[in-house]
Each structure stands twice: as C-alpha cells, then as structure tokens.
C-alpha cells in the first residue's frame, strides 16, 4: 500500500490485527513474487517503532508481508538519535504515511524503571540508560495519580509518541501539513489486539481498536 493516506495506513493495520486475533491471517505479501518485486525498493506504508520484546513481531500482529512496514525496535521503545534517524529516512525517503509506537502490556522495561523509581534499584551496565529513558514516563504517571501497570504503559507509549514530535521538526512539520500521523498503540499479549492509545495528525478522525466491531 505505497504513498497512502495516514488513515487507509492505519485502517489497514487494525484490519491486519482484527485478523490475526480471529485465527484468520492471510499473511500478505510473502511470496518468492513479492520478493522479486520488492527487489528495486521498497515503500513501506507504515513505520511501527516497538518494544524489542520477542512476542511483539510487528508483521506478525498486524498481519503483514515482506515490504509493508519499516520497523524499528529497542526495548521500552526508548528514542535515541539513531531512532529518530530511521523514523525520519521512512517518512521523508521511504513515503511511509504513518508512524506507530507500539507498547504492550507485561513490559519489561516499564516494570524496571518503577522499580528504579519505587525502589532505589539502579540497573548494571547500558541497561541502566533504557530504565533512565524510560523513567520520566513512571515519574509523569505518579504525578498524575496513575498507579496500574496498564495506566503507566499508556502514558509511556504516549510519553514517546510526544518525544518524536518534540525532538523531530521533520516528522512534526509533516504532521502539521496532513502528510503524516502519528499514532500510540497498546498491545494485549494474552488476546493479542491492539487499541489506540494516543494520536497525533490525520489519523486522529474515523479509527478505532481492533477489538472492536466495525
């Protein structure tokens, strides 16, 4: 689905995810066709920044193949430079119409970074700069008032969302024109459906969770 909308971009995700949660995928996309076509180029539809955990496959979830989605993953989906470096070559080289960061509930590094917090426990080595990140989204959620484990993912995967906009002019001037909206999703891993959590942009009118009727 090259050089979309923002809105059919995501339509096509929650199509993709009402199918994978059904038992029905129809795993687009994944032939020895497809990878001889994409062979030139590609022009992925979707950039979806996730969580590096091993149950959050995007192309999986959202049911799609080879060529579909540029995906960017680290743990706690924590922004670094190279980060924003990918995001921004998908949007501005690539014609990627939406931007996805894509949390989940059970997260690791969200459950280490309270326990930082609540606790004093300083982590060891590089990890200690994930749990860092991904501490002013614990901070911002205590000051809120919010203490539930499904509370404070949302506000870190809002949290990141803000943080792209912030620090990327390039992707918040190509918001600010319609060309590209950015979107917050939050994925259940017992049902496997995803539902929005924050949106910024073109995609913000007509979408809906995946688990929901049409």
Do not use: K, W
Request: net charge negative; hydrophobic share 45%; proline share 4%.
């Amino acid at each position: 689905m090259p050089r979309t909308s923002p809105e059919a971009a995501l339509q096509a995700l929650l199509a993709g995810n009402s199918r994978f949660v059904a038992g029905t995928p129809e795993h687009p996309n994944q032939d020895a066709a497809r990878r001889a076509e994409l062979t030139p180029g590609q022009e992925p539809f979707a950039v979806v920044l996730g969580c590096s955990d091993s149950r959050l496959a995007a192309e999986i979830i959202f049911d799609q193949g080879l060529g579909d989605l540029f995906v960017v993953r680290t743990a706690g989906h924590v922004l670094g430079s190279e980060v924003l470096g990918s995001v921004e070559y998908a949007t501005t080289v690539l014609g990627s119409r939406l931007v996805v960061v894509l949390g989940h509930d059970s997260c690791g590094a969200v459950a280490a970074a309270r326990v930082a917090v609540e606790d004093g426990f300083a982590a060891d080595g590089f990890v200690r700069d994930v749990v860092e990140r991904v501490t002013p989204s614990v901070l911002a959620a205590r000051a809120a008032g919010l203490t539930e484990d499904s509370d404070i993912i949302d506000e870190h995967i809002r949290h990141t969302v803000g943080l792209l906009l912030e620090r990327s002019r390039v992707l918040s001037q190509q918001v600010e024109a319609g060309e590209v909206a950015v979107v917050g999703l939050g994925y259940q891993l017992a049902g496997g459906s995803v539902r929005l959590v924050t949106s910024h942009g073109a995609a913000s009118s007509g979408s809906r969770s995946a688990a929901e009727p049409g």
